[in-house]
């Protein structure tokens, strides 16, 4: 019997879902390798309409994802069509990145333009590296092959899949593109690699917008307390670098804008635990502000709210 995460048995509807998932994966390759992007455009639409009336636990989890998030404020109708378009896009986003793999260099500077790369230069010249903050916001696999295609050292910070095999599949994918993978455990190994990047005045990337554990800290979040991420507070605090947040959206049916940000401003009051509390809660509410602005580019699929 198959072990997974903690030596929790591997379930039979698990095992069909790590198996379904390795075959979404490389139909998707396949595609990407073999299809012009005109026509994986064309067929993400109708793909993702067929996923959003199928997949229906995951659209219960958006549905109840944007009732939380807007209440009120919101509509049964505006929740459907951000929905729908949520899982549109989804699609668009994965066969963008199938795409990638097998083109050129040029490929992903068509597809995304860069503002404020201004802001990152000038953090880099630090020489401290950078800890990026972002989340899980447009195609955001995109913005590691977006910076190295810009000749910067990318390093992405990461939860493995359960699934070993799939999660070798990632792995290798990545490889190919040149982003420098960090798994969060051992969280000793993943200390010592992130400081390591710094260190050569690498980019250090943390996506804070999903559930950390409850040991963590409890942020305001659409108005609900939930546990979140501190470790980009805490690497730049250590270190010197700058904290820089990066977001990318999709400005047209067809490309995508990276926007950079100015170093963002680290409380520093001299109680620690404190600043590092009041920082991260900032940065929770940036990334609020940008979902607020681009309702339809969040990863509403996950379970942020438990």
């Not at 989804?90 to 066969?95: D, L, P, Q, Y």
């Not at 990638?100 to 260099?105: A, T």
């Not at 040149?178 to 969060?184: C, D, H, R, T």
């Not at 690699?193 to 943390?206: A, D, M, V």
Request: proline share 6%.
């Amino acid at each position: 019997m198959g072990m997974g995460k903690g030596n929790k048995k591997i379930t039979p509807v698990k095992r069909t879902g790590y198996f379904l998932g390795r075959m979404a994966v490389a139909l998707c390759l396949t595609l990407g390798r073999r299809l012009p992007l005109a026509w994986l455009y064309r067929m993400s639409a109708p793909a993702g309409l067929l996923a959003f009336y199928l997949m229906g636990k995951r659209r219960k989890i958006v549905f109840d994802n944007l009732q939380l998030a807007f209440g009120s404020a919101g509509s049964s109708d505006g929740y459907r069509a951000i929905a729908k378009r949520a899982f549109c896009d989804s699609f668009k986003n994965v066969v963008e990145v199938a795409k990638l793999i097998f083109s050129d260099p040029p490929f992903i500077k068509g597809i995304m333009s860069i503002d404020g790369i201004e802001h990152l230069e000038r953090a880099l010249g630090l020489g401290r590296g950078v800890v990026a903050v972002s989340a899980h916001m447009g195609n955001f696999p995109l913005i590691g092959p977006r910076l190295i295609a810009e000749g910067y050292r990318f390093s992405l910070m990461l939860r493995d899949p359960r699934d070993s095999k799939l999660a070798a599949v990632l792995a290798g994918i990545r490889d190919r593109l040149g982003i420098e993978s960090i798994p969060v455990q051992p969280s000793r190994t993943c200390i010592a690699e992130s400081l390591k990047c710094l260190k050569r005045n690498g980019i250090l990337f943390l996506q804070i917008d999903q559930n950390a554990s409850s040991r963590d800290l409890w942020i305001d979040f659409f108005g609900w307390e939930v546990p979140t991420f501190k470790g980009p507070v805490v690497f730049s605090r250590r270190t010197g670098a700058p904290l820089i947040p990066l977001f990318t959206v999709r400005d047209a049916p067809d490309h995508h804008r990276l926007m950079v940000a100015p170093p963002f401003a680290i409380d520093d009051t001299g109680n620690r635990d404190q600043d590092i509390l009041t920082t991260t809660a900032k940065l929770t509410k940036l990334i609020e502000s940008y979902i607020r602005q681009y309702p339809t580019q969040w990863w509403w699929f996950h379970r942020r709210w438990r």
